[in-house]
């Protein structure tokens, strides 16, 4: 399984009833709606493991998270196969987890993100588009595109569920990276922790119709 890293980003998500290569986007039909990511109505959330050896080398659970998400998605009710998303964006340095002293050495020392601040998520396919959808039915999709973390870029793909419902767009996204896919070690404090190289990314959004 691959494993993610502190981002998120992602993670990012890219989730919607549709999403298109960028060489096949197509022009935007009479029942294209454009949908925007609410950041404060959603939220990314990334999980590390981590051993701490002053705690018996008791096994936990860093949760760090984040709401500064922006992205657009584009539904074609008519033809759900033509609903494409442009670029998922997080502001990495937001994250947040129950340890200051653990945010700012993950800032600073290993994610840098305090010198790459932004990761960004680039779709370019999708699995399990419909020819047609019906209002409020979740809809499993399997989105794969290019994550950028720390200038390095992956191909990463995300398992999420799609709900519309009215104006609103509703999705959830996961995806598993590995730090060291992205140029940094995993966090490693000698006598206090060490952290898995696998992180764990899920993307919760809201999304409402704009102009």
């Given at each position: 399984?691959?494993?993610l890293a502190?981002i998120t980003?992602?993670?990012l998500?890219?989730?919607?009833i549709?999403?298109l290569?960028?060489?096949?986007?197509?022009?935007?039909?009479?029942?294209?709606?454009?949908?925007?990511?609410?950041?404060e109505?959603?939220?990314?959330?990334?999980r590390v493991?981590e051993?701490?050896?002053?705690?018996?080398?008791r096994?936990?659970?860093a949760v760090?998270?984040?709401?500064?998400?922006?992205?657009?998605?584009?539904?074609?009710?008519?033809?759900p196969?033509?609903?494409?998303?442009?670029?998922?964006?997080?502001d990495i340095?937001?994250?947040?987890t129950?340890?200051?002293?653990?945010d700012?050495a993950?800032?600073?020392?290993?994610?840098?993100s305090a010198r790459?601040?932004?990761?960004e998520f680039?779709?370019t396919?999708?699995e399990g588009l419909?020819?047609?959808?019906?209002?409020?039915?979740?809809l499993?999709?399997?989105?794969?595109?290019?994550?950028k973390v720390?200038?390095v870029?992956r191909?990463t793909?995300?398992?999420?569920?799609?709900?519309?419902?009215?104006e609103?767009?509703?999705g959830?996204a996961?995806?598993?990276?590995?730090m060291?896919?992205f140029?940094?070690?995993p966090?490693s404090?000698?006598g206090i922790l060490?952290?898995?190289?696998?992180?764990?990314?899920e993307l919760?959004?809201?999304?409402?119709?704009?102009?």
């Amino acid at each position: 399984m691959r494993r993610l890293a502190p981002i998120t980003i992602a993670v990012l998500c890219v989730l919607a009833i549709g999403v298109l290569p960028a060489s096949r986007k197509p022009s935007a039909g009479p029942a294209a709606q454009r949908f925007v990511i609410v950041a404060e109505e959603s939220q990314v959330t990334y999980r590390v493991a981590e051993t701490l050896f002053r705690d018996g080398n008791r096994l936990n659970i860093a949760v760090g998270t984040t709401n500064t998400i922006h992205g657009e998605i584009t539904v074609d009710r008519s033809t759900p196969r033509n609903s494409r998303v442009g670029t998922i964006t997080i502001d990495i340095s937001t994250f947040r987890t129950d340890s200051t002293r653990r945010d700012r050495a993950i800032r600073e020392r290993w994610l840098e993100s305090a010198r790459f601040p932004v990761a960004e998520f680039r779709p370019t396919s999708v699995e399990g588009l419909p020819a047609s959808y019906t209002e409020g039915q979740e809809l499993p999709l399997r989105v794969t595109g290019e994550l950028k973390v720390r200038g390095v870029v992956r191909p990463t793909t995300f398992d999420l569920s799609v709900v519309l419902a009215g104006e609103t767009l509703r999705g959830r996204a996961s995806a598993a990276v590995l730090m060291t896919d992205f140029g940094f070690d995993p966090p490693s404090i000698l006598g206090i922790l060490r952290s898995e190289n696998e992180v764990r990314l899920e993307l919760r959004f809201i999304a409402r119709s704009a102009p």
